[in-house]
C-alpha cells in the first residue's frame, strides 16, 4: 500500500479507520488494547461511577430499571446483579445464515472500540475478554436475522455477551465447538457481567457497523475493477479514446468522474494530441463505454461520503445510556444506539454497487453481439470453421451476467425506509441499518459475479483482437499485467466448455486478494 503498516490495531480512544477493521477481519493484523494510563484510569472509573450512582439512588435504565418498554419497572436491590443474566438470554433469539469468520471479526473489533471510549460503564476486564476472542480466534456465532437496527443490534450483539460468559457456541480451528471449551483451550474464564455490562454488550450498531467496513472496502475495489475492465472493453471494441479528454473532463469537476476518466487515460496510453474525427467510422461511442466515467464517478464521488458516516459511527460511543465519569459521574439517557448512519450509508453504496453491474452487463452485452461489436464475433466463440456451428461461445454466460444484475438491481430498495414499529411501540421508529448492511452485502456478491463475468468477456475479446486479427492493442503495464492474470485464470473458449468453475476462481480471487487486481 505503498507505506508501513504495523501488524497491531491500538484501540483506545484514538481514531480506528475502516481500512484498520478490514486488516483485523483479515488478521493481517492483531487488536491490543491501549495501555495508556489515562485510558485504563477511564476505564476503570466506568463500573465505579454506576455503583456510586446506584447506592445514591439514582435511576439508571437497565441497571434499576427494565428494558425497553420495561423502563417503568423498577428492579429491587437485590435483583440488579441477575438482571445481566436475563438481558442477554432473552435477546438470544436469532435466526437464519450465520455472519461469516471477516464479518464476525469485524463486529468484535467494532464493539470493543465502542466500549473503549468509556461511556459505557465496563470493566476493563470486560474490553480484555472481546480482546482475547480476537487475538484467539474465537468466533461467536451469530445469525445474521433479527435486528431493527435502533436500540442498537440486540440480538446478534447478544451472542457475543453469552459467549463471554462461556455460553452458547463459537467457531474456532474450523470447528464449532461450545465456547465454555474453547475459551479454556485458549486460557480464558468466562465472565460473569456486572450491572450495565450486559446491556453495554447489546444496546449498539456494532453488527451493522462491523459489515458496513467489509462492504465499504468491497465497494472501493468494485469501482477499480469496473474501471480496469471498461478500458478493456474499449480497446476490444475498438472504442474511440477521444472520449476521455483531459480537457474534455475539466469542464465537469466532479473529482470521482475525473478520477475515473484519468484512470482510463492511463490505462490506454491516451495522450492529449488533438483527434482527427474524420477518420473515425462513428464519432460518438454507446453509452455503457462513453459514458463510463460519469457512471463509476458517481460511486467513486460517494465513497468518501460513505466511508465518513462508517467511520463516524465506529469510532462512536453507540451506547444508552452514556455514562459520563467526569465530575462525580451523571447518566444520560438517549439513543446514541439508532444505526440510520449507517442504513443510508448502505442504502446509498447498495444501489452504486448495482449501478457498476448494471454497466458491466451492458457492456459485456456489446462484446458479444455482432451488431455492437465492431467485428467480434457472435458471443465471443473462439471456434472457427466448421464446428463453429455448435460452438456458443459466452452465450450461456451472458445470459448468467443478465440474470446477477437483475438480482443486484431488485435488491437496491432502500432497507430504511421499511421501520415497523416494534416492542409495545417503545421503538416505534427504527432504522433497519442491520438488513441494509446485509442487503448490501448481497448486492456486492452479485455484482461480484459479474465482474467475474466481463472478466471472461474480456479475455475472449482482447485475444481474438491480438491473436486472431493480430492486433497490438496499447495499453499501459499494469493493465497488461492485470489482463495477464485474467489469462491465468481463465483459459480462452475454443470449444464449448463448463464455465461455472472459472467464474467461481475469478470471484475467490476478487474476495480473497483485495486490491491486488487493480
Known sequence: ????????????????????????SSQEAICELSSQQDFVDRIRLGPATVEKLVKEGHVIYGVTTGLGESCTVTISPELIAELPSHVIQFHGCGSGAYFDAEQTRAILAARLISLAKGYSGVRLELLEQIAGLLK?????????????????????LSYIGAVLCGYRDVLYQGEVIPAKVALAKVGMTPLTLIPKEALALINGTSAMTGVACLAYQRALQISHLATRLTSLTILALKGNLFHYDETLFSVKPHPGQQRVA????????????????????????????????????????????????????????NDNPIIDVADGGRVFHGAMFYGGHIAAAMDTLKVQVANMADLMDRQMASLVDPNYSNGLPSNLSGCVGERAAINHGLKGLQISVSAWTAEALKGTMPASVFSRSTECHNQDKVSMGTIAAR?????????????????IAVRQAVTIREEREGLKLQMSGESRQFFNEIKEMAEFVEEDRFLDPIVRKLVAKIRDEPRKLY
Not at 445474521?144 to 440480538?155: H, N
Not at 455503457?288 to 460513505?306: K, Y
Request: glycine content about 8%.
Open 1 to 24: 500500500m505503498g507505506h508501513y503498516l504495523s501488524n497491531k490495531v491500538t484501540i483506545g480512544c484514538n481514531h480506528i479507520s475502516i481500512e484498520d477493521i478490514a486488516r483485523l
Open 136 to 156: 484467539n480466534d474465537v468466533l461467536p456465532r451469530i445469525p445474521q436475522e433479527g435486528s431493527v437496527g435502533a436500540s442498537g443490534d440486540l440480538t446478534p
Open 262 to 317: 484519468a484512470r482510463i487515460r492511463q490505462d490506454l496510453l491516451i495522450s492529449t494530441a488533438p483527434q482527427n474525427y474524420s477518420k473515425v467510422h462513428r464519432i460518438q461511442d454507446r453509452y455503457s463505454t462513453r459514458c463510463a466515467p460519469h457512471i463509476i464517478g458517481v460511486l467513486e464521488d460517494l465513497l468518501p461520503f460513505c466511508k465518513g458516516l462508517i467511520e463516524g459511527e465506529l469510532n462512536s460511543a
Open 439 to 455: 442487503d448490501c452485502v448481497r448486492v456486492l456478491e452479485l455484482t461480484e459475479q459479474v465482474v467475474a463475468g466481463l472478466m
